[in-house]
């Protein structure tokens, strides 16, 4: 299958510093990149959808300025937290597309905590 | 509301079958994935299904009916390492995928 890259796998960070999270698509072009939060033992919780050179779509409820997302490229998305907290310790995990009705391959995720 | 419905766990046993089910109800659908995904791992791709019927893929198949809002996931010659959460997640008419809590498969020798 189609290889999804993200780093780094896990980051220990200062409360009230930002942490930037990079998800490539390695051997695909994908016009759709996906960016999940998931706590322990619960389901996935998109964040947002952002497709190639236009602006993420927030899901209701997450900031979008506190959680800013970048996808300048067919092959990298950015997830910057910024100002972190310790509640925004969580396990981040990044997914791409190359078209909408193909299946979405999934980074190896990015477990963060903040102190 | 969109909805997905699976057990939240299951037990089997090392070479035996295990079918997990899931119904849905979507705003619209364009397909629905399956996905394994290991504790504090990422999912993986399993299955799509589209179409209403069986795909076989080696020890897995999974099965849909649209008309009834349902897929099942059927594992064969099951292995300990296939201890994972299962995802169920269809596609709606924004292809969005839909993520519900998954099934806990635990898998004894």
């Known amino acids: 299958g189609a290889v999804v890259s993200q780093h780094p796998s896990w980051v220990i960070c200062k409360s009230g510093t930002s942490v930037k999270i990079e998800c490539r698509s390695l051997?695909?072009?994908?016009?759709?990149m996906f960016w999940y939060r998931q706590f322990p033992k619960q389901s996935l919780m998109l964040m947002a959808t952002s497709n190639e050179g236009s602006k993420a779509t927030y899901e209701q409820g997450v900031e979008k300025d506190k959680f800013l997302i970048n996808h300048a490229s067919l092959t990298l998305s950015t997830l910057t937290v910024t100002s972190a907290h310790p509640e925004d310790s969580s396990f981040y995990i990044c997914?791409?597309?190359?078209?909408?009705?193909?299946?979405?391959?999934f980074g190896q995720g990015t477990r963060l905590t903040v102190v | 509301g969109q909805n997905i419905d699976q057990p939240t766990e299951m037990t089997a046993t090392e070479g035996a079958i295990v079918q997990i089910n899931c119904t849905y109800q979507t705003s619209g659908f364009n397909g629905l994935f399956w996905y394994q995904q290991h504790a504090g791992e990422a999912p993986t791709f399993l299955s799509y299904?589209?179409l209403d019927g069986l795909e076989e893929k080696g020890r897995f198949s999974s099965f849909l009916s649209r008309s009834k809002g349902y897929s099942y996931l059927l594992l064969k010659e099951l292995q300990m390492k296939d201890s994972a959460s299962y995802l169920c997640?269809?596609?709606?008419?924004?292809?969005?995928?839909?993520w519900g809590a998954g099934t806990k498969l635990i898998i004894k020798p």
């Open positions: 997914s791409a597309r190359a078209d909408r009705d193909t299946e979405a391959f």
């Open positions: 051997d695909f072009q994908a016009t759709t």
């Open positions: 299904n589209v």
């Open positions: 997640a269809p596609m709606d008419s924004n292809y969005q995928l839909i």
